[in-house]
């Protein structure tokens, strides 16, 4: 009778073993993978926001009027199509108004959801 030789590998059930703990650790994982792409979208989109509004308030300081206060536009960029909504009002402080100060925010969104807001007070320059 002839000796089978033995062959060094995994059986059946270490492989069956093997396999669940791989899917078990898989599974933990995929939740946190799924995560982690949704900050990085909802941060490239904000990071966009946050260059729109820069533009809006850096097209604002060239102008030599004021445009219409609650005037949005449409900036497409290559995310989609921004929405840019400007408002601007007198600037006052403890009831006491500066000439030619304005109150300026800007809102910018994306798909109806605000992403980015800010605020400031600045004039116009005087082209003199």
Same mark, same amino acid.
């Given at each position: 009778?002839?000796?089978?030789?033995?062959?060094?590998?995994?059986?059946?059930?270490?492989?069956?073993?093997?396999?669940?703990?791989?899917?078990?650790?898989?599974?933990?994982?995929?939740?946190?993978?799924?995560?982690?792409?949704?900050?990085?979208?909802?941060?490239?989109?904000?990071? &966009? *926001?946050?260059? +729109?509004?820069?533009?809006?308030?850096? @097209?604002? /300081? $060239?102008?030599?009027?004021?445009? !219409?206060?609650?005037?949005?536009?449409?900036?497409?960029?290559?995310?989609?199509?921004?929405?840019?909504?400007?408002?601007?009002?007198?600037?006052?402080?403890?009831?006491?108004?500066?000439? &030619? *100060?304005?109150? +300026?925010?800007?809102?910018?969104?994306? @798909?109806? /959801? $605000?992403?980015?807001?800010?605020? !400031?007070?600045?004039?116009?320059?005087?082209?003199?």
């Amino acid at each position: 009778m002839k000796r089978m030789a033995v062959r060094p590998g995994f059986s059946l059930v270490e492989a069956v073993v093997a396999l669940t703990f791989m899917a078990v650790v898989v599974s933990a994982m995929v939740p946190a993978f799924a995560n982690n792409v949704r900050i990085n979208t909802v941060n490239e989109i904000r990071t &966009g *926001a946050v260059a +729109v509004a820069q533009q809006e308030v850096d @097209n604002l /300081r $060239a102008l030599s009027t004021w445009p !219409t206060s609650g005037q949005s536009r449409t900036i497409t960029t290559g995310l989609g199509n921004y929405t840019s909504t400007l408002w601007h009002q007198p600037y006052c402080n403890g009831g006491v108004c500066f000439a &030619g *100060a304005r109150h +300026v925010t800007v809102e910018v969104s994306l @798909n109806g /959801r $605000a992403y980015y807001r800010v605020e !400031t007070v600045f004039t116009t320059l005087d082209p003199t």
